[in-house]
């Protein structure tokens, strides 16, 4: 039975477009690329629509009618720029381009996940030495001033281990809970998307795929309105999409790229000049692909400007957090001491 419903993340469009592209542009037929790919892989996903692929181009239909039914796992717009390629005889060139980009998206990706490695982890580590002087050290400060000896220092030590793993296995099972909620998941995303310095860096993140994808499918020979279809597919911000989507109809009653773009008024000056610059020369590629360069350094920048407005934010807390445990240690430990010398 087909499952059509098969979603691939970025990784594993990675591995799917990689070899599709190595064995295609070696001039493997089709069939025995996708049969390739089946044998090769390890991923059940990616041998499943590779089954399924296989099988429709044996019935004789071409790739892009085979792989029809997996539009949304591939990507809509790697999707119509394989049809485009296939149609003009360029697709081992598409490919390419289409691996090139995935490369782009998770360079990107890496970025973000290691400009926000530094605060969470530094968040993790305030939060476990606070259990640890909560649930260990005071305890164990308390139990010295109360005389409590019944109470032995190995078992409040193993106590406050067991309290500290209970506190992060239900931080895991919230987070796991959350990402599994789709709802939910996309509740948070936008609340912390609408923070501006966030809004900011996903903008720049979306727009330097949209500007790749407008480049690939100049390349594939797209028309202008099919390509911002294509491009607006990739933007993640709602708003954004909307006006960009009010772009592509302008376009479709005969206005310009560059004057479409220019009406969303979210696109910058640069952005707008180079589209502009482009139409008028005749090399709209190269325009394109120089913006979505801009748009990654922008990203880049203005991911190292939240790390530097981050980075003391965070120690700030870490150290009030270390200020109200050593309080509480202090007076704890003053406590014990002034109770032993009263004897």
């Known amino acids: 039975m087909e499952n059509k419903n098969i979603e691939l993340n970025l990784k594993e469009k990675k591995e ?123 305890p164990s400060l308390r139990s010295i001033t109360d005389y409590d000896t019944s109470i032995c220092t190995s078992s409040l030590f193993l106590t406050g281990i067991i309290k500290i793993i209970t506190v992060f296995v239900l931080i895991a099972a919230v987070l796991f809970y959350i990402i599994k909620n789709k709802k939910l998941s996309n509740l948070i995303k936008n609340f912390f998307s609408s923070l501006w310095i966030i809004r900011g860096i996903l903008k720049n993140y979306y727009f330097t795929n949209f ?54 008024g979210v696109f910058s000056e640069y952005a707008i000049s180079q589209v502009m610059a482009g139409e008028e020369s005749g090399k709209s590629d190269k325009m394109y692909k120089l913006i979505a360069k801009d748009y990654e350094i922008q990203t880049d920048t203005a991911l190292q400007s939240m790390l530097k407005m981050i980075g003391p934010v965070i120690l700030f807390v870490v150290g009030m957090i270390v200020a109200v445990i050593a309080a509480k240690g202090y007076s704890a430990y003053y406590k014990a001491l002034f109770s032993m010398c009263a004897i």
Do not use: W
């Open 16 to 138: 799917f477009f990689a070899s599709f592209a190595s064995l295609y542009e070696a001039g493997v037929p089709a069939g025995d690329v996708f049969n390739s790919i089946i044998h090769s892989s390890k991923n059940e996903k990616i041998i499943n629509i590779c089954k399924i692929v296989l099988k429709r181009i044996n019935e004789g239909k071409t790739i892009d009618e085979a792989l029809s039914a997996f539009h949304s796992s591939i990507g809509f717009a790697y999707a119509a720029l394989i049809a485009a390629g296939e149609e003009s005889g360029k697709l081992d060139s598409i490919l390419s381009n289409i691996c090139n980009n995935i490369t782009k998206q998770q360079e990107l990706r890496a970025n973000l996940i290691t400009a926000l490695i530094y605060p969470v982890s530094m968040f993790f580590f305030a939060l476990l030495v606070g259990m640890i002087f909560m649930f260990i050290v005071l």
């Open 211 to 264: 500007f790749y994808i407008m480049y690939l499918s100049y390349e594939a020979g797209i028309s202008a309105s099919k390509s911002i279809t294509l491009a607006n597919s990739v933007i993640g911000i709602e708003e954004v999409h909307k006006k960009i989507k009010q772009a592509e109809k302008m376009i479709e009653n005969g206005a310009t790229v560059s004057r479409a773009l220019n009406l969303t």
